[in-house]
T-cell receptor
Framework: DAKTTQPPSMDCAEGRAANLPCNHS???????VYWYRQIHSQGPQYIIH???NNETNEMASLIITEDRKSSTLILPHATLRDTAVYYC????????????FGKGTRLSVIA | DSGVTQTPKHLITATGQRVTLRCSPR?????VYWYQQSLDQGLQFLIQ???????AKGNILERFSAQQFPDLHSELNLSSLELGDSALYFC?????????????FGSGTQLSVL
């Protein structure tokens, strides 16, 4: 698996956009970028994933750079309930390769 | 609610004992994954089953074993327990282990070995 690098922690004001960066400079052509989050000891929750194009769903937007070496997860209007650890994961094309979680970014949304 | 059910939610036992953790995947999901989360190691992948067959293996100790039954529920057996086995154990499921498949996680079993 390609390794990812994320800042260990970030703060965001409630109501503002939270932009969480991820570097994956060794990503290969068939690897997807996934984002999951874990709210205090709950099971991780899928947020979004993408291959090349930017993606948006009801939870967030994923912006992948053209060279695919980095990406940004955007929570457009962060709330206190978005306080969690956010994991950026790059997954190999093979279906036998499980999701491998790193240390993630601890996002604190502040009132 | 992810649709993945794990029981029990909490388990307290002593060193040397054996326990079984149970996971019922989401309806229709054929693949089950087990993860261990401890304070110092983070989320570690243990093992994956797909439709009853072992599909991938991670950092699972020889004292640990798992299986997936015909009704697709899965059990993780932990034996000769040590203090260091205290952790949160998560089960996840997906329809099919494809590279763009998303996983749904249960709420976990908190194991405390005293």
């Amino acid at each position: 698996d390609a390794k990812t690098t994320q800042p260990p922690s970030m703060d965001c004001a409630e109501g503002r956009a939270a932009n969480l960066p991820c570097n994956h400079s060794t990503i290969s052509g068939n690897e997807y970028v996934y984002w999951y989050r874990q709210i205090h000891s709950q099971g991780p929750q899928y947020i979004i994933h993408g291959l090349k194009n930017n993606e948006t769903n009801e939870m967030a937007s994923l912006i992948i750079t053209e060279d695919r070496k980095s990406s940004t997860l955007i929570l457009p209007h962060a709330t206190l309930r978005d306080t969690a650890v956010y994991y950026c994961i790059v997954r190999l094309h093979s279906g036998n390769t499980p999701l491998v979680f790193g240390k993630g970014t601890r996002l604190s949304v502040i009132a | 609610d992810s649709g993945v059910t794990q029981t029990p939610k909490h388990l307290i036992t002593a060193t040397g004992q054996r326990v079984t953790l149970r996971c019922s995947p989401r309806s229709g999901d054929l693949s089950v994954y087990w993860y261990q989360q401890s304070l110092d190691q983070g989320l570690q992948f243990l093992i994956q089953y797909y439709n009853g067959e072992e599909r991938a293996k991670g950092n699972i100790l020889e004292r640990f074993s798992a299986q997936q039954f015909p009704d697709l529920h899965s059990e993780l057996n932990l034996s000769s327990l040590e203090l260091g086995d205290s952790a949160l154990y998560f089960c996840a499921s997906s329809v099919d282990p494809q590279p763009n498949e998303k996983l749904f996680f249960g709420s976990g079993t908190q194991l405390s070995v005293l």
